[in-house]
């Protein structure tokens, strides 16, 4: 073991229906992502974080405590975790109304039940069953209810997968300020990178039980380690070459070609004879929507730009870029 | 003339008590479990259902005859003989109205969201708390239906009950039998007090039954 404590230590080798799974992961305190291909194996690693499933081998330590150590036969039960789960399709009890469910755990002492609802908005829908809520309105109860119980790590297992598209923009903005607010170590997972891009300070790629990559939202957006993790991020643009500089310049046979990839985020388009280039200052960036809402002062001038999430993960207020623009897409305006 | 009644209901208790402490573990393996035999126990405990009564209370009673290898151990171990006895009436009637307990509670089993316990498990809850708060209440209408049907078709058996404990006031004449015996005697004034109060109870029970479930069911808006 290494001196450094993380927040999370886990080593894991599990078997299940024929299927390896092998997980090793140190993370620190923050809003982590999981991602990968449906079937890749990141509920079950949610699960063995819960305890409800038990890996053949390995050991799990979580803020200095055991959780997990096949060799000396330590298995903490799930009660005793402080793991809450916000389950994909929510997991409510069908047989109790709103209230029931949320405060299903005594939870804090100090806090006000009725001023509870009122933050999730389900003070007028205490007395609802969940077979009568929508799919939102069954999320809040489901986070209410999770964190209620005062949880020492939330992990959501695709949030926002129930829930129709429009819906799911409004919620997942809702659930970015609580988990800011709460302050509690997250685990995320899903398959839809904008979320973990919105969502998220790290991210795990997952592919096949095996845990591919592991990194800053940021670096594993823009720098996937193989061909599966660009796969899987949407990177189409993957070559074979001798070096990035002649990656489409192959006179000749090479024993030995590298591969390389390039993002379709990053590659702009324009008439270089017909386009003109500006040049500013980033001002303001606002990352919560699918796009990257950027504001740049360019000679005085505010111009507002969309960009997708990932062309915008390394851009930070105070940057300077360049932008293009073909002058077709200059459109002169009649007086008023 | 009410020595029938109380025998019938002191038999249809025994029995639905008996019933719900063994079917809940068969119900529960035979929704969760992966073993290869679980067709085989599935098929054998749903058997009752399909056969003729007289069927399995001959050779319940050829089993239960101390003629035989099991009757003689029984009398020799625990000195009861079971053939024509209220003991050997009981094991029958668990026996026949085994289907109408397991599989209520088998669908039950298998329709409860396992999620749910996870979801309890993960707020901290003790496993007190996760059969009486969470398991119980989603299978109280299948607990609820599994009771009804054990209990009223343990009432209203015959066949079995004629082959195993034929008819002794008092020890095995239960209602069915005593209302054969009271039309064999052309005494219709007493079967019809038999038969009237026996359809009477069995709607009640039975209507009881399926309100509750409905109501539930409209109350939790499904």
């Given at each position: 073991?290494?001196?450094?404590?993380h927040?999370l230590d886990l080593n894991?080798?599990?078997?299940?229906?024929g299927?390896?799974?092998?997980?090793?992961?140190q993370?620190?305190?923050?809003?982590?992502?999981?991602?990968?291909?449906?079937?890749?194996?990141?509920?079950?690693?949610?699960?063995?974080?819960?305890?409800t499933?038990?890996?053949?081998?390995?050991?799990?330590?979580?803020?200095?405590?055991?959780?997990?150590?096949?060799?000396?036969?330590?298995?903490?039960?799930?009660?005793k975790?402080?793991v809450?789960?916000?389950?994909?399709?929510?997991?409510?009890?069908p047989?109790?109304?709103?209230?029931?469910?949320?405060?299903f755990?005594?939870g804090?002492?100090?806090?006000?039940?009725?001023?509870?609802?009122?933050?999730?908005?389900?003070?007028?829908?205490?007395?609802s069953f969940?077979?009568t809520l929508?799919?939102?309105?069954?999320?809040?109860?489901?986070l209410?209810r999770?964190?209620?119980?005062?949880?020492?790590?939330?992990?959501?297992?695709?949030?926002f997968?129930?829930l129709?598209?429009?819906?799911?923009k409004?919620?997942?903005?809702?659930?970015?300020?609580?988990?800011?607010e709460?302050?509690?170590p997250t685990m995320?997972?899903?398959?839809?990178?904008?979320?973990?891009a919105?969502?998220c300070?790290?991210?795990?790629?997952?592919?096949?039980?095996?845990?591919?990559?592991?990194?800053?939202?940021k670096e594993?957006?823009?720098h996937?380690?193989?061909?599966t993790?660009?796969?899987?991020?949407?990177?189409?643009?993957i070559?074979e070459?001798?070096?990035?500089?002649?990656?489409?310049r192959?006179?000749?046979?090479?024993?030995r070609?590298?591969?390389y990839?390039?993002?379709?985020?990053?590659?702009?388009?324009?008439?270089r004879?017909n386009?003109?280039?500006?040049?500013g200052?980033v001002?303001?960036?606002?990352?919560?929507?699918?796009?990257?809402?950027?504001l740049?002062?360019?000679?005085?001038?505010?111009?507002?730009v969309?960009?997708s999430?990932q062309?915008?993960?390394?851009?930070?207020?105070?940057?300077?870029?360049?932008?293009?623009?073909?002058?077709s897409?200059?459109?002169?305006l009649?007086?008023? | 003339?009410?020595?029938?009644?109380?025998l019938?209901?002191q038999?249809?208790t025994s029995a639905?008590?008996?019933l719900?402490?063994v079917?809940?573990?068969l119900?529960w393996?035979?929704?969760?479990g992966?073993?290869?035999?679980r067709?085989?126990?599935?098929a054998?405990?749903?058997?009752?259902?399909?056969?003729?009564?007289?069927?399995l209370?001959f050779?319940l009673?050829?089993?239960f005859?101390?003629a035989?290898?099991?009757?003689?151990?029984?009398?020799?171990?625990?000195?009861?003989?079971?053939?024509?006895?209220?003991?050997?009436l009981l094991?029958?009637?668990v026996?026949?109205?085994?289907p109408?307990?397991v599989?209520?509670?088998?669908?039950?089993?298998?329709?409860?969201?396992?999620?749910?316990?996870?979801?309890?498990?993960?707020l901290?809850?003790?496993?007190?708390?996760?059969?009486?708060?969470?398991?119980?209440?989603?299978?109280?209408?299948?607990?609820l239906?599994?009771?009804?049907?054990?209990?009223?078709?343990?009432?209203?058996?015959?066949?079995?009950v004629?082959?195993?404990?034929g008819?002794?006031?008092?020890?095995?004449?239960?209602?069915?039998?005593?209302?054969?015996?009271?039309?064999?005697?052309?005494?219709?004034?007493?079967?019809?007090?038999?038969?009237?109060?026996?359809?009477?109870?069995?709607?009640?029970?039975?209507?009881?039954?399926?309100?509750r479930n409905?109501?539930?069911?409209?109350?939790?808006?499904?």
């Amino acid at each position: 073991m290494t001196g450094k404590l993380h927040m999370l230590d886990l080593n894991i080798n599990h078997q299940y229906r024929g299927r390896a799974f092998n997980y090793e992961l140190q993370l620190e305190k923050g809003v982590h992502g999981i991602v990968g291909p449906s079937g890749a194996g990141k509920t079950q690693l949610l699960r063995m974080l819960l305890g409800t499933v038990r890996p053949g081998v390995g050991r799990i330590v979580f803020n200095d405590r055991l959780w997990l150590d096949s060799r000396s036969h330590v298995h903490l039960p799930a009660q005793k975790r402080g793991v809450g789960m916000v389950f994909q399709d929510y997991a409510l009890f069908p047989h109790l109304n709103v209230h029931d469910n949320v405060f299903f755990t005594p939870g804090p002492a100090d806090y006000d039940r009725t001023s509870w609802l009122e933050k999730f908005k389900l003070a007028g829908l205490a007395h609802s069953f969940p077979s009568t809520l929508s799919g939102g309105e069954a999320q809040r109860v489901a986070l209410a209810r999770t964190l209620w119980s005062a949880p020492d790590l939330l992990l959501l297992d695709e949030p926002f997968a129930a829930l129709d598209r429009s819906l799911r923009k409004i919620l997942r903005s809702q659930v970015e300020d609580l988990v800011h607010e709460i302050s509690i170590p997250t685990m995320i997972v899903s398959h839809d990178l904008d979320e973990i891009a919105s969502l998220c300070d790290t991210v795990t790629v997952i592919t096949e039980g095996k845990i591919a990559q592991t990194g800053s939202v940021k670096e594993v957006l823009n720098h996937p380690v193989n061909e599966t993790v660009a796969r899987f991020l949407t990177w189409e643009n993957i070559y074979e070459g001798k070096e990035a500089s002649r990656l489409f310049r192959l006179d000749g046979r090479f024993d030995r070609l590298k591969k390389y990839a390039i993002s379709h985020y990053k590659l702009s388009l324009q008439k270089r004879e017909n386009a003109l280039i500006l040049t500013g200052y980033v001002e303001s960036l606002d990352r919560r929507n699918l796009l990257s809402h950027l504001l740049l002062n360019a000679d005085g001038n505010k111009v507002h730009v969309h960009a997708s999430v990932q062309a915008a993960t390394g851009i930070s207020v105070g940057d300077e870029i360049c932008l293009y623009v073909e002058d077709s897409d200059i459109i002169e305006l009649a007086s008023i | 003339m009410f020595e029938p009644v109380l025998l019938s209901l002191q038999l249809a208790t025994s029995a639905t008590i008996i019933l719900l402490i063994v079917s809940i573990p068969l119900a529960w393996w035979l929704a969760n479990g992966s073993s290869i035999f679980r067709s085989v126990v599935w098929a054998t405990t749903a058997l009752p259902l399909v056969l003729p009564p007289t069927v399995l209370g001959f050779y319940l009673l050829l089993a239960f005859s101390p003629a035989s290898g099991l009757g003689k151990l029984i009398v020799d171990w625990f000195g009861v003989q079971l053939a024509f006895s209220f003991a050997g009436l009981l094991i029958a009637s668990v026996i026949y109205s085994l289907p109408f307990v397991v599989q209520p509670l088998q669908i039950g089993f298998e329709r409860l969201d396992g999620r749910t316990i996870e979801a309890a498990l993960s707020l901290r809850a003790n496993w007190w708390v996760i059969i009486t708060r969470v398991i119980f209440p989603q299978l109280k209408g299948a607990f609820l239906v599994a009771f009804t049907l054990g209990f009223a078709h343990t009432l209203g058996e015959f066949g079995v009950v004629l082959m195993i404990g034929g008819n002794i006031p008092g020890e095995t004449q239960v209602i069915s039998i005593a209302i054969y015996e009271s039309v064999e005697m052309l005494d219709y004034a007493k079967a019809h007090l038999y038969s009237v109060g026996l359809l009477v109870f069995s709607f009640i029970v039975l209507f009881l039954t399926y309100a509750r479930n409905s109501f539930s069911l409209k109350r939790k808006g499904e």
